[in-house]
């Protein structure tokens, strides 16, 4: 069972699969209060943010707000494996906006939000606040064309220019 009160790692964190799987906590979920990290003082949304601590088997660099999916291969050893999400997948989560802008190495593990607010980026449709939001190509989101479907991501929380970050509740703990 999941400890959902204590993180095993910082926000920002991540870490070497060998390291990870030697302790056997893959897939270990917790939850924090939506906060600027670098500005402890300053609450982003006060709102709970679900993460679930996953590896990055895309090949190369996760960028923060990209759309994440389960890799579900014979190479891929735990369902906690995940890739860049494409339009015909089922998200499974968002990289989580407190990476580096280089993201995460190919190969290490790191907490991927799967329920509450984050940064997502627009796939170049100019999303309005409150639409319901789902994968598009290479990550990006876009505006669900025939919700609700599995294939939904949830919610803007505001508007998003064509290729830029923007605030959106997620929710995708189901889908792992």
């Not at 959902?4 to 070497?16: G, K, N, Q, S, T």
């Not at 940064?119 to 990550?139: H, L, Y």
């Not at 609700?148 to 929710?171: C, K, M, R, V, Y």
């Amino acid at each position: 069972m999941s400890n959902f009160v204590e993180m095993l790692y910082e926000i920002d964190e991540y870490e070497l699969a060998a390291a990870v799987e030697a302790q056997k906590n893959q897939g270990h979920e917790g939850v924090y209060v939506d906060h600027d990290i670098t500005t402890p003082v300053l609450i982003d949304s006060a709102r709970n943010v679900w993460v679930r601590w996953v590896k990055n088997a895309s090949g190369g660099a996760l960028l923060p707000g990209v759309v994440c999916k389960a890799v579900l291969t014979s190479a891929a050893t735990s369902k906690y494996h995940v890739d860049t999400c494409g339009a015909s997948d089922k998200p499974v989560g968002v990289v989580n906006r407190h990476h580096l802008a280089a993201g995460v190495p190919d190969g290490y593990y790191f907490y991927m939000v799967v329920e509450g607010p984050t940064e997502v980026i627009d796939s170049g449709s100019a999303v309005s606040a409150g639409d319901t939001i789902a994968a598009a190509a290479s990550g990006d989101v876009a505006t669900a064309s025939s919700p609700p479907t599995e294939f939904d991501l949830g919610t803007a929380l505001e508007a998003g220019a064509a290729n830029a970050t923007f605030q959106a509740s997620i929710n995708c703990r189901g889908n792992a």
